[in-house]
């Protein structure tokens, strides 16, 4: 009961921020259960990834009610490469399971691939670096395919790197990098649900405990979107800059504490 209810409030807060900056609330639910250590990795990665499922779902519902425009067609492509990427990802994810004994591996494995998406994401929006303008649809699929693997593998929904790598290959606003930063983390969250249901199954898990993620995540979902209707385009800069830094400091705490 207790541990629900920590759930309950770790995932609220963090797919209301993750919904606003369009990093998904995963790459803060995956660090802060990790510090909790309540469950294996397994356990908190599959309930991080229905967590930022259902915030996307949810946070896309209201953002399209809201008047958001989407360019549908090119976000086909970003999506088809998401949901390729989310099937790699947890198969790469399954691998590292099948051949690793220690969580402690995997753990490091996830915390440092995630630190170099933060720091990555970090300096680009900082510095503003350059923007490429890519046109050709291939481009949208390598995209989608990038993320959803590192979604799906990291189990952090999408994280930062969503939103630095859409403006750096197609040069578009951040406000609209947010919005097409959580329809891939509900496409590759897909493929990896999908995935678990039919290779795996979800016998490992405690389910009782979704009565508690799936609440929250819808609560987060929708508050987000309406804060992030709401904000600049600037806010939300500092908000994802805010986020990253406070991310990559409970990462690297977490890192540390395993070597401890």
Known sequence: MLKGIIYFLVIVLANTVGAVSGMGG???IKPVLDFIAADPVVVVSFYSSVAVFVMSMTSTVRQAKGGVTVQWRLMAWIAAGSILGGFLGNHTFDFFLANFSDDTVIKLI???LT???LLFALFY???NFRKFHLTAKIWYFICGL????L???LGIGGGPINVSLLILMFGVPIKEATVYSICTIFFSQLAKLVTIAFYSGFGRYDLTMLFYVIPAAIIGGFVGAKVSQSVSSKQV???FEAVVLLVLCIN???GFQLFF
């Open 125 to 127: 929006n900082h510095f």
């Open 252 to 254: 690297l705490y977490n």
């Open 151 to 153: 979604a799906s593998l």
């Open 115 to 117: 630190i170099v998406t």
């Open 110 to 112: 996830q915390i440092g």
């Open 146 to 149: 990038i993320l959803g693997f």
């Open 26 to 28: 995963g790459v803060i």
């Open 237 to 239: 800069s500092q908000i």
